[in-house]
């Protein structure tokens, strides 16, 4: 049997982080955690604290670390992680980079992957304007290289689906410039630690599966 596999995504805004996380999750049994989806979820349910959290989020900066750190704590003591996790979206920070390090310590686990995926701002932007999300299941499309089955319509639960309000020009270009200053840096201390593997975000989307089994060896 495989020993469990924990890896973390990192890279730019739609670089296709969530999509790779997906494939992975599919071919090895291993639950995706998005901290995205889940802060998303908070603010849908319209709470005080949901309203806090889409302050941020509305404006393409980053959750705080305490918020995200508590929310991502929680999912990670649950008791469904025996096979490992696929963190997308998490850490993104140093001081969350630094809060995983000391879970992953307390409870005697390592991370065997930081699969860093890459593509282009230019790409970046042009790709997000035609992203379509489900706001039920999550499920992620794109108008070219993933269409829905029926235009407008989730396959998987037949929801609209919806173009995100931080999927706007304005907003994606914020989302890059907290990126470059926020999590690049991350980079440089798994690359210290060997674990980064890179996996070019423009792959054939069909061949998306065969270069994960690679780089996963
Ligand atoms: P989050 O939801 O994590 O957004 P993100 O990192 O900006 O990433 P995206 O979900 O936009 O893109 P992705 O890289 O997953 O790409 P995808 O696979 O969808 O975060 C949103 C916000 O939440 C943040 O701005 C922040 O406010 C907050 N937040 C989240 N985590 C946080 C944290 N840890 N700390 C603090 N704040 C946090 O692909 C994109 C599109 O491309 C899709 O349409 C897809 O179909 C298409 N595509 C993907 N791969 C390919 C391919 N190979 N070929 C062709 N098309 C492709």
Do not use: W
């Not at 996380?21 to 291993?30: K, Q, T, W």
């Not at 407008?152 to 931080?166: M, N, T």
């Not at 706007?168 to 989302?175: A, C």
């Not at 200053?181 to 989307?205: F, S, W």
């Amino acid at each position: 049997m495989r020993r469990p596999l924990r890896i973390v995504l990192l890279g730019p805004p739609g670089s296709g982080k969530g999509t790779q996380a997906h494939i992975i999750s599919e071919l090895y049994g291993v639950p995706v955690i998005t901290t995205g989806d889940m802060l998303r979820e908070a603010v849908a349910n319209g709470t005080e604290y949901g309203k806090i959290v889409d302050s941020y989020m509305s404006r393409g900066e980053l959750v705080p670390d305490k918020i995200v750190n508590g929310v991502v704590g929680e999912r990670l003591n649950r008791s469904d992680l025996e096979n490992g996790f696929i963190l997308d979206g998490f850490p993104r920070s140093t001081p969350q980079a630094e809060f995983l390090d000391g879970f992953l310590e307390e409870h005697d686990l390592k991370l065997e992957y930081v699969i860093h995926v890459t593509l282009d701002d230019e790409a970046i932007v042009k790709r997000l304007s035609n992203r379509r999300s489900c706001p039920n299941c999550g499920e992620v499309y794109h108008l070219v290289s993933k269409p829905p089955k029926k235009e407008g319509v989730c396959d998987k639960c037949g929801s609209e689906l919806i173009l995100r309000d931080d999927d706007r020009p304005d907003v994606i270009r914020n989302r890059l410039v907290v990126y470059r200053e926020k999590t690049q840096p991350l980079l440089d201390r798994y690359m210290e630690k060997g674990l980064i593997k890179e996996a070019p975000g423009d792959h054939p989307m069909e061949r998306l599966p065969e270069l994960l089994k690679r780089v996963l060896g």
